[in-house]
């Protein structure tokens, strides 16, 4: 079991809820769990490009990507763009 933290900007998208807690092998399997999921993807299956996902600190691009594997607590960080 892994607990996913949501910014709040996903969290009212998911009902208000902001943490949930999933069981899921990888990464990739534990988020796709989520209400929000279709808003974390685009529609190749890849993580949307300002968002930013971190499994115990540890940002998953520096542990295997979306298939490392699932412990502890993700948390999810939506990045901020503008110009």
Partial sequence: MVVILLPSLLASEAGGEGRF??????VEA???QLPVADL???ERG????LVNVYVD???IRD????QA??????????????G
């Fill in 21 to 26: 807690e999933v069981d899921g092998p990888t």
């Fill in 40 to 42: 974390i993807f685009d």
């Fill in 57 to 59: 600190g540890a940002d």
């Fill in 30 to 32: 534990a988020l796709q």
């Fill in 63 to 66: 542990r295997g990507g979306l």
């Fill in 69 to 82: 594997p699932a412990s502890g607590e993700i948390r999810i960080v939506a990045a901020v763009a503008g």
């Fill in 46 to 49: 890849a993580l949307r490009s």
